[in-house]
């Protein structure tokens, strides 16, 4: 006896009810192949593409990243990158709300975006070579105790940010827009990144490859906000107001040398609770971290060089913190290259960024097991406001 049934289907059992006969054999499907698979549970599927700020910024982090740095090849103009512009707000407003491409076969197939998000920014040398304004708070990062930095996963005229909650989808959409730029850019790092996914079902800040909770005690804000500690608000210069300022830091966790250390001393090193996430000396995750707090001996808690610490912000120095756990493969010593892709979403890296920095390079416990390896700075454009709207519209339209 045979049936009829879509490999989908058989190979997948994704949202299909399967009955297996006990005298040799029906098998039924409740899905055709020509159905979309049902969205994933407490997951949007579809992220609004218009605003006065860019989606993928304020937009609750998803499960996967894509991040993609590009130079400009020989001389660039304001007309070229309008074009390219132009061309990709086509390419994104439709892959984000899923709609196919004309010509690619691999977006939206299932007619689900998977919450894609297409966020774009530009670097300062590209400004530069176009004649335009720099602004000052895109001045070159400095350089921090410590960092081992490597050109490949450094710099780059323009960033691409895809993010989304499946990696098929953030790859096909890495070829649409590859493709829509033509010979105008040439990719210059690429790094993928990922997140937890039962966590964040639940609600629950996800772990990194330490077994850390990350993300703690984050930067709350909107994609309706005008102010505060992401959003560029002041009219300086005027094409970046609704825009906001992204520093990458791509960190590797030596993982061989942490996972020697027990868990308490793993501990004193965040500063927090491994299994809870809670400040030490406290019992919840979300609880403030008191800084004040003295041990029975009359020693700090929370030890002076522990990372929690030395990152906690002061006034002015809010960051919308995002990381993506990535993992690249073994290094030719039989080591491991992995650890977090860190972005920080700020209004001003020289007032956030930079002085956090500072202090967690001088003094971070956290520095004896990791090694930031990739650093870029890029002013992220404007929202798309509307349909006769197109990215850096503000800056070379």
């Known amino acids: 006896m045979t049936a009829a049934i879509g490999r989908r289907a058989v190979f997948g059992l994704t949202g299909a009810a399967l009955a297996v006969g006990a005298g040799g054999g029906a098998i039924v499907a409740t899905r055709q192949d020509s159905e979309p698979p049902p969205p994933a549970p407490g ?26 740095a590009y130079d400009v090849p020989g001389t660039a103009s304001k007309a070229a990158m309008g074009k390219l512009f132009r061309a990709w707000t086509a390419a994104a407003r439709a892959i984000t709300q899923g709609t196919k491409v004309p010509g690619d076969p691999t977006i939206a197939v299932d007619g689900q975006p998977a919450a894609l998000t297409v966020t774009i920014g530009i670097g300062r040398g590209l400004l530069g070579r176009l004649g335009l304004e720099v602004p000052a708070a895109l001045a070159e990062l400095p350089e921090f105790p410590g960092d081992v930095i490597e050109e490949r996963f450094s710099g780059g005229d323009l960033v691409v940010q895809l993010c989304g909650d499946d990696p098929m989808v953030l790859a096909g959409a890495d070829r649409v827009l590859r493709r829509s730029a033509g010979a105008v850019v040439r990719p210059r790092w690429q790094q993928a990144g990922f997140q937890g996914m039962a966590a964040r079902r639940d609600g629950r800040s996800t772990r990194n490859l330490m077994g850390q909770v990350d993300g703690t005690n984050n ?25 906001s300022y992204l520093v990458v830091r791509r960190i590797r966790m030596l993982l061989d040398s942490w996972e020697r250390l027990a868990v308490p001393a793993q501990e004193r090193v965040i500063g927090r609770h491994k299994l809870s996430g809670a400040p030490l000396g406290s019992q919840q995750e979300a609880d403030p971290v008191d800084l004040d707090a003295k ?41 491991s290259d992995e650890g977090l892709l860190f972005l920080a979403y700020v209004k001003d890296p020289r007032t956030s960024f930079v002085p956090v920095q500072k202090r967690l390079a001088a003094h971070d416990a956290l520095n004896d097991f990791t090694r930031t390896t990739g650093s870029a700075l890029f002013a992220m454009l404007p929202g798309v406001q509307n349909i006769n709207d197109w990215y850096g519209k503000s800056l070379l339209g």
């Open 295 to 335: 041990g029975a001996d009359g020693t700090p808690l929370i030890p002076v060089n522990s990372h929690v610490r030395l990152s906690t912000p002061g006034k002015g120095e809010e960051m919308l913190r995002r990381g993506f756990s990535y993992r690249a493969g073994v290094l030719p010593d039989g080591s």
């Open 43 to 68: 997951l949007p599927q579809t992220v609004e593409f218009h605003g006065i700020h860019q989606a993928g910024i304020a937009t609750p982090a998803p499960g996967h990243l894509l991040l993609t």
């Open 219 to 243: 930067v709350s804000t909107s994609d309706k906000a005008r102010g505060g500690p992401v959003w560029v608000d002041a009219a300086e210069p005027a094409w970046m107001t609704g825009g």
